[in-house]
């Protein structure tokens, strides 16, 4: 399923002159969207279990027939149906064990999408490692035959991890799969770059016809249809393993978590039908050059909208999606959830119109998610990896109860910032620690009122001797100074004590 540090088995779990470039702006929420979604620190995700007895899930899929289900894939080749009035059915809808190569952590049932005309042709689609020789292969399933019959594969013996398997209809009615880059660390097979191979990339393929001696039609605006060498299904390349993607129903832009080697995970977003972009890997590792990674000549790479290091206790992304439902839409419609496997942190981000994101962290999931999942209506549901649940999740408003103010100088490559903090709840604070990440580049050179320390771009800030009580009402003013290689931005989040801060001027 997702991959953990190669130094070791998973936990369940430049030297070539290239360019960095913004992608092209992402198509934003509704305006409406924008008006009436709270600020993001203002924001509480909850979950609350509604099934047991999951073995190993790894995807939700939810039929738009009528009938409220949702289709949750299990690693050993099984399909259980969970309905909300009746709970987990006993009998799998699905059961393809015998098809399926689940050795290793990551092999196995790995994805599952449902085409518009599912009540209708009674066929799905399913990405899975299979048998004998683990090739990542997408599938389709009939339901009214029982038969599965297989449309593509990719080979992935080398190494058992980084298959992505992440299935979607875009909104184009193609088929968007996602493979990783062939495993191992730092992409041995030099995957990423590489466009005569599937590995490392999302492909788009046209599964309503047969362009023989093809099962599926390549669309003739594939960006690489026409590329002597490349594989024509490629519609993006440069990603390690993009576990989870998801296109935002309102505006199809398309959000990507794609987990990182070990120093930054990362999540993607682009604009509807942008085919044929770079997103780096592994010449970069979110923002920053990859050590040993390969770098072609000449070519361009689509930033990260997202990064965070693993130093937050995170260690896999799992993305999720943009909002779309009715039951929360005043307080987190068209904001993007994500979540993260170790540290089970949920990340909100929302585009702030100025071509940047606003972002906060809003809660916590329950252990080991392994998918984000929405009803037909679009409300949220996760399940995790072990004990194996199946969770709901709700949101709420809650006001934070510190408030963060900065002021920045800087010169040259040094930068000095003063934060006050401010406590805007009732009760006092007796001893503090304020956590936020620092732009790429910048590193702390000293401090004062305060004890901090630095790992990656991870700030821990813990309060003196002298001010480790905060009054309500009161604030206490700390700062830093550090050099920086050109970007001498502030923080753009806090939490004070695990709880996110607003964030003032």
Not at 169 to 176: S, T
Not at 241 to 247: E, H, L, Q, T
Not at 391 to 396: A, K, L, M, N, Y
Request: with cysteine.
């Amino acid at each position: 399923m997702l991959r953990r540090r190669w130094t070791g088995p998973l936990l369940l779990l430049l030297l070539l002159l290239t360019v960095l470039t913004s992608p092209p702006a992402a198509a934003s929420p509704d305006k409406a969207d924008a008006a009436s979604a709270v600020p993001l620190p203002s924001l509480k995700a909850t979950t609350t279990q509604v099934a047991s007895g999951l073995r190993r899930p790894t995807a939700i899929a939810a039929p738009d027939d009528g009938t409220g289900r949702l289709f949750i894939t299990e690693k050993a080749g099984t399909v259980r149906v969970y309905h909300p009035d009746t709970g987990l059915a006993a009998t799998p809808l699905i059961d393809i064990t015998s098809a399926i190569d689940e050795s290793g952590n990551e092999r196995g049932l790995l994805g599952i999408a449902l085409p518009a005309d599912f009540a209708e042709s009674h066929s799905l689609y399913l990405a899975y490692t299979a048998k004998p020789d683990a090739a990542v292969t997408l599938g389709r399933y009939r339901l009214d035959e029982k038969r599965l019959e297989p449309l593509l594969a990719q080979p992935h013996a080398e190494y058992s991890n980084h298959n992505g398997g992440q299935l979607a209809f875009g909104p184009d009615g193609n088929l968007y799969w996602s493979i990783g880059d062939g495993g191992g660390s730092a992409d041995p097979l030099r995957a990423g770059q590489r466009l005569d191979t599937l590995l490392g990339k999302i492909l788009r393929i046209d599964v309503d016809r047969a362009c023989a001696p093809l099962a599926y039609c390549v669309p003739e605006d594939n960006p690489f249809a026409d590329t002597p060498g490349a594989r024509p299904e490629i519609w993006l390349y440069g990603l390690r393993n993009p576990w989870r993607f998801s296109f935002d129903a309102a505006d199809g832009s398309l959000w990507i978590g794609d987990v990182g080697q070990g120093r930054w995970e990362e999540i993607d977003h682009l604009a509807p039908g942008q085919g044929g972009a770079n997103l780096g890997w592994s010449c970069y590792e979110g923002q920053e050059r990859f050590e040993g990674g390969n770098c072609p000549p000449g070519e361009q790479y689509t930033r990260p909208v997202f990064t965070y290091s693993p130093y937050t206790g995170g260690c896999s992304v799992i993305g999720g999606h943009v909002y779309r439902g009715s039951r929360y839409a005043d307080l987190v419609g068209g904001t993007y959830i994500a979540t993260d496997y170790c540290s089970s942190t949920v990340w909100a981000l929302r585009p702030d119109g100025r071509g940047g994101y606003e972002q906060a962290e809003i809660g916590e999931m329950p252990t080991q998610v392994t998918t984000i999942g929405t009803t037909a209506e679009g409300e949220f549901y996760v399940v995790n990896d072990l004990p194996g649940g199946l969770h709901r999740v709700s949101f709420t408003r809650e006001e934070p109860t510190c408030r963060v103010d900065r002021t920045v100088r800087s010169w040259g490559t040094g930068t000095t910032v003063d934060l006050t903090v401010t406590n805007t709840g009732s009760t006092p604070v007796n001893g503090w620690s304020l956590k936020f990440p620092l732009a790429l580049g910048q590193t702390v050179i000293s401090d004062w009122n305060t004890d901090l320390t630095q790992l990656s771009n991870t700030i821990t800030a813990t309060n003196a001797a002298h001010n480790a009580t905060i009054a309500p009402g009161a604030g206490v003013t700390l700062g830093y100074l550090a050099s920086h290689t050109g970007d001498a931005s502030a923080p753009p989040r806090f939490t004070l004590n695990g709880d996110a801060c607003a964030i003032g001027r």
